[in-house]
């Protein structure tokens, strides 16, 4: 292994040393070394972008072109059976949009050992799935005399989602304004105040069907699928907090495709990479070759203010500087007229709006300014 | 939840967050030859720094696995909600 002096750590990526410390040979004299070093600097200081580069065009246009061959199918099945997943242009839009609510929130839970080499993993996949009470009940129904609601529980569904009658008469006595009475396979829940209207009726029904009662909330469906060489669970829905709590799941490999929620629980900075692991994702799986430079160029600029805001005229428009700029996006009208109501100033710094105004650009070589420094007297 | 905080900080989503003295900052600022507001931000809530004590104003290195450069650092200045 040959040293590399401190002063080129610095001057070079940390790749470009590792390759460097890799394929030179050891024995190598410490001048031969030097002159290698300086041409990687050399080579390297050359290949960075210019001041003045419209970096954010390149990466629009390099993002935008094979996207145009992307699918237009909102819906395929990504390899796995039975489970709907966003991806194409549906999904690149709802991420680059910043949407809060995505169409398919996903997640994949890696699990601790021994779990992780297939012991227990049906039951484990059970815990973690939400049963409400809608799914171990055959039949509800209103009963209107009584004004109370009859269900009739499905021992086989129970048997399989692990829900005991302890489970269920725990669950609703959590509730105060209902009384819950379980007798055999029938469960009896009344109201306590005791006229209710029958609209009341129907609306607390609505809410008896959703009764928590097992798993994780959101996670709406699991599949034990073998990665590689380790088992790990899909899931439909999504709860990070909730499942990096759990015992059995290795928490730090588990993620979710909710880029807010990551935000939420691992801050704006895991967001950001995983943001960019999910637009990467998509390209890569429509078989395109987009550069991950200008993914990550677009995902900085979503992720700069702290949080996740959207390439839209709420997120990343709104923030911009110029009036002109922001009205030439989206919405004029309304950026105009604000900016007359509290009589905004436009310094006229970039781009689009000296373009509105037939001037010279801020960028390339319309970037350096004259200065003149002013000597004697 | 105190338990999952320290499980987080070695999440492969989550790069290492470090906060810089006030002898680094100055160094930092000067090097790009910025105001601290100028910096992306991040804050103070943030997840990722709640163990770092970081108040508005301060500045958190981090550091960055890139599939390019293989390791990069970034900066962000702390700031309120």
């Given at each position: 292994m040959v040293?590399?002096?401190?002063?080129?750590?610095?001057?070079?990526?940390?790749?470009?040393?590792?390759?460097?410390?890799?394929?030179?040979?050891?024995?190598?004299?410490?001048?031969?070394l030097q002159k290698i070093l300086d041409e990687c600097v050399a080579t390297y200081e050359s290949m960075k972008v210019d001041p003045g580069e419209s970096v954010g065009l390149v990466s629009a246009e390099s993002i935008g072109e094979p996207g145009?061959?992307?699918?237009?199918?909102?819906?395929?099945?990504?390899?796995?059976?039975?489970?709907?997943?966003?991806?194409?242009?549906?999904?690149?839009?709802?991420?680059?949009?910043?949407?809060?609510?995505?169409?398919?929130?996903?997640?994949?839970?890696?699990?601790?050992?021994?779990?992780?080499?297939?012991?227990?993993?049906?039951?484990?996949?059970?815990?973690?799935?939400?049963?409400?009470?809608?799914?171990?009940?055959?039949?509800?129904f209103i009963n209107i005399a009584d004004s109370a609601i009859e269900i009739t529980l499905d021992r086989s569904a129970m048997k399989a989602a692990g829900i005991t009658d302890a489970h269920i008469t725990k669950a609703l006595s959590g509730a105060k304004a209902v009384a819950a009475k379980l007798s055999g396979d029938?469960?009896?829940?009344?109201?306590?105040?005791?006229?209710?209207?029958?609209?009341?009726?129907?609306?607390?029904?609505?809410?008896?069907?959703?009764?928590?009662?097992?798993?994780?909330?959101?996670?709406?469906?699991?599949?034990?699928?073998?990665?590689?060489?380790?088992?790990?669970?899909?899931?439909a829905g999504s709860n990070l907090m909730d499942v990096l709590g759990?015992?059995?799941?290795?928490?730090?490999?588990?993620?979710?495709?909710?880029?807010?929620?990551?935000?939420?629980?691992?801050?704006?900075?895991?967001?950001?990479?995983?943001?960019?692991?999910?637009?990467?994702?998509?390209?890569?799986?429509?078989?395109?070759?987009?550069?991950?430079?200008?993914?990550?160029?677009?995902?900085?600029?979503m992720t700069a203010s702290g949080e996740i805001k959207g390439i839209t005229r709420y997120g990343v428009v709104s923030e911009k500087a110029s009036v002109l700029a922001r009205a030439s996006f989206e919405t004029p009208i309304k950026h105009v007229l604000n900016a007359a109501l509290i009589g905004e100033r436009d310094e006229l710094a970039s781009v689009v709006e000296n373009v509105m105004l037939n001037q010279p650009i801020p960028a390339g070589t319309g970037l350096p300014q004259l200065m003149v420094k002013a000597q004697g007297k | 939840m105190a338990k999952q905080k320290s499980v987080i900080k070695e999440h492969i989503l989550l790069p290492e967050h470090v906060k810089l003295t006030d002898k680094e900052k100055e160094a930092v600022l000067k090097h790009y030859g910025i105001a601290q507001r100028q910096l992306p931000k991040i804050f103070k809530n943030d997840a990722a720094i709640?163990?770092?004590?970081?108040?508005?104003?301060?500045?958190?290195?981090?550091?960055?696995?890139?599939?390019?450069?293989?390791?990069?650092?970034?900066?962000?200045?702390?700031?309120?909600v």
């Open positions: 040293t590399i002096q401190k002063e080129y750590l610095n001057a070079l990526p940390k790749k470009v040393i590792d390759d460097l410390k890799k394929e030179l040979p050891k024995d190598i004299s410490e001048k031969k145009t061959q992307m699918t237009l199918n909102t819906f395929h099945f990504a390899g796995v059976a039975e489970m709907n997943v966003t991806t194409g242009l549906p999904r690149i839009i709802e991420i680059l949009d910043g949407r809060k609510e995505i169409s398919t929130p996903m997640m994949d839970i890696y699990l601790a050992e021994p779990y992780s080499k297939g012991e227990d993993i049906k039951k484990i996949a059970l815990q973690i799935k939400e049963t409400k009470l809608k799914d171990v009940a055959s039949e509800i029938a469960l009896n829940v009344k109201a306590k105040s005791k006229d209710l209207s029958i609209n009341d009726l129907y609306k607390l029904k609505e809410k008896v069907r959703v009764v928590h009662l097992s798993g994780v909330k959101g996670i709406s469906q699991v599949l034990p699928v073998k990665r590689d060489d380790e088992y790990i669970i899909i899931t759990l015992p059995y799941v290795n928490p730090k490999k588990t993620v979710t495709n909710n880029i807010h929620e990551v935000s939420e629980v691992l801050g704006i900075e895991a967001a950001r990479q995983a943001t960019i692991n999910e637009v990467f994702k998509v390209i890569e799986s429509q078989g395109l070759n987009v550069d991950i430079r200008h993914i990550m160029l677009v995902v900085d600029t | 709640a163990e770092l004590d970081a108040k508005p104003g301060d500045i958190i290195k981090i550091i960055r696995n890139s599939p390019t450069a293989g390791q990069t650092i970034f900066y962000r200045g702390v700031t309120d």
